[in-house]
């Protein structure tokens, strides 16, 4: 079955530290890959995708995320956080010849100072 | 920046009443999409709609539900008698018709509460 799984619920870092949230797909070819950030009260704002090309992509913010075929995942990072990154993540794929966004569970992240 | 607005933010009301949550989707954009999200749970499409219909829906989306784009620039979600687990934030979205365009643009939501 086609899904998405974000392993961590909840992640908690420094203020300052690296960050590496976790996903990984369920799909036989290469979905279109997406990492969402929702702020509290807020909706869902785009961080950056992967459709094809280079594996690394650069997001807004400075978030970048790197696709691996092999392991089926596209894992989001940022070398540093700054306390406004504390937000909910979600990673979503559209299936290729679906419309609908497929997204995870969402790993929820908490900034410590 | 063009953005998609959603009204109301906030919308209660009572299990049994029918509730119509509302979206203006990104001028110029074609495909445009509802989604929900129960408390604590993973964000849950429901239905998509291109050229004035339907063109996926969920299992989620059934005859208490449907959409509408009553004019040029709204795009209207149904609920004809709301139950207590109809209680979620609904997110409309919105995509271009560009070929291998996949982004959607999300709006900030409308929280139900069913009561």
């Known amino acids: 079955a086609q899904s998405v799984t974000q392993p961590d619920i909840h992640i908690t870092v420094s203020e300052g530290a690296s960050l590496e949230l976790r996903c990984n797909y369920s799909y036989g070819a290469t979905p279109y890959l997406f990492w969402y950030v929702q702020s509290p009260g807020q909706g869902l704002q785009l961080l950056l995708k992967?459709?094809?090309?280079?594996?690394l992509v650069q997001g807004i913010k400075g978030f970048e995320a790197e696709f691996k075929r092999s392991q089926s995942s596209f894992n989001l990072r940022k070398p540093s956080v700054h306390w406004s990154d504390a937000a909910e993540y979600f990673c979503?794929?559209?299936?290729?010849?679906?419309?609908?966004?497929?997204f995870g569970q969402g790993t929820r992240l908490t900034i410590n100072p | 920046e063009p953005e998609v607005t959603q009204t109301p933010s906030h919308q209660v009301t009572q299990m049994g009443q029918e509730v119509i949550l509302r979206c203006v989707p990104i001028?110029?954009?074609?495909?445009f999409y509802w989604y929900r999200q129960i408390l604590g749970q993973k964000v849950e499409f429901l239905v998509s709609?291109?050229?004035?219909?339907?063109?996926?829906k969920s299992e989620i989306f059934d005859d208490q539900f449907s959409v509408e784009r009553p004019d040029g620039s709204n795009f209207t979600l149904k609920i004809r008698s709301t139950k207590l687990e109809d209680s979620a934030m609904y997110f409309c979205?919105?995509?271009?018709?560009?070929?291998?365009?996949?982004?959607?643009?999300f709006g900030p939501g409308t929280r139900l509460t069913v009561t």
């Open positions: 992967y459709f094809s090309g280079d594996t």
């Open positions: 001028s110029n954009h074609l495909y």
């Open positions: 979503a794929v559209v299936f290729q010849g679906a419309q609908k966004l497929v």
């Open positions: 979205a919105s995509r271009p018709g560009l070929v291998n365009f996949y982004e959607q643009y």
């Open positions: 709609f291109y050229n004035n219909e339907i063109s996926e």
